[in-house]
């Protein structure tokens, strides 16, 4: 199954215009990754997957060979499929460590689980923020003369931590037992990320993308009174430079982030993704945030995308686009991500959908 052909070529206009409820001509779409099998296959050439030109950044900075997809692959890729943005990843902070030889390399083995640990944490540097602001200019440089949009998607300094600096378990109770300590771990990021995202937005980046998975599908991973006194002051200060610009705000997390949505429309992001399906009704959301607030994703990646049929993607978006276009404030896409997992026809028929009944 192929892409079809679509009104209204790829316009980062759209994207802004439609997150703030402006008249847009259709609804824009929006994949944070997608696979390489699924970009071989259009692009005719292997390209990487939309966030790394090899292995998957999402999975930590281990998983990546570090830079981005090509800028002038992603365009046409994008072109091709009609989607308004490029984005260059920056998801983790980049605490590093040096090895027993000497070598510097990121910290990815949970291994930080005290205050002593923490002091021979290497912090980010200039180095690292000119590391992401190459790709950015790179980006810049190849959708001149279109219409496409450029982004920095990151700013996971409490996945960071649970994930790779400190592990899941420990970093929770280091939260009770050490929250001194947490909280210093989180002024660095967010001094890191705040200073990246000013020299991405006097670069031209069109939007921000920041990303944080806090929640699953009953609730944030912690209780929410401590959590916004911890989290939500450093997302406030990455995100300051944008908000105080005009430039839109987009906030990822998965599961059920209910009892945080204020929280964000308080800071200023205008835009949430992925609605996961396991936590969030998005005919619910539609009724309660529909008027504040521009809704991203919700189509099931496990059904219809994986095992489903062309014609299960094709109905589901169908049911989406009856309850979330009317109005506008929504962006099309999945609940997370597109998978090599997803039958390529699948992703055909999930953007083809996009096209046939995103149209005003």
Known sequence: MPIEPFEGSADIQRLIDQIRGKPVDRVPHLEALIEDQHITKILGRFAGNSLAYGGDPAKGVEESTGRPMKGRDLLEFNQKIGQDLMMVECFWTPFKKKTNDGKLISITDRSIKT???????????ATDIEDRMQYVREYKEAVKGTKMGVTLAGACFFQTLYEFTVGLTDFMTMIYDQRDLVEEMFDVSAEYFHDLYIQGLEAGIDVVFVADDYAWKQGTFVRPKVFKEIWLPRMAKIIEPAVNRGIPVIFH???????????????????????????????DYKKRYG??????????????????????????????????????????????????MVPHENFCAMINAFHKYGKY
């Open 291 to 340: 008027n504040r607030l521009c809704l991203f994703g919700n189509i099931d990646v496990e059904f219809p995308l994986v095992h489903g049929t062309p014609d299960d993607v094709d109905k589901d978006v169908k049911a989406h686009s009856d309850v979330l276009k009317p109005g506008g404030r929504w962006v099309a896409g999945s609940s997370h991500s597109t998978g090599n």
């Open 115 to 125: 205050k002593a640990d923490w002091e021979k944490v290497i912090k980010p540097t």
């Open 253 to 283: 997390s998965d599961g059920k982030i209910d009892a945080t949505i204020d929280w964000l429309l308080d800071i200023g992001v205008e835009a949430i993704t992925p609605m996961d399906p396991y936590s969030i009704d998005y005919r």
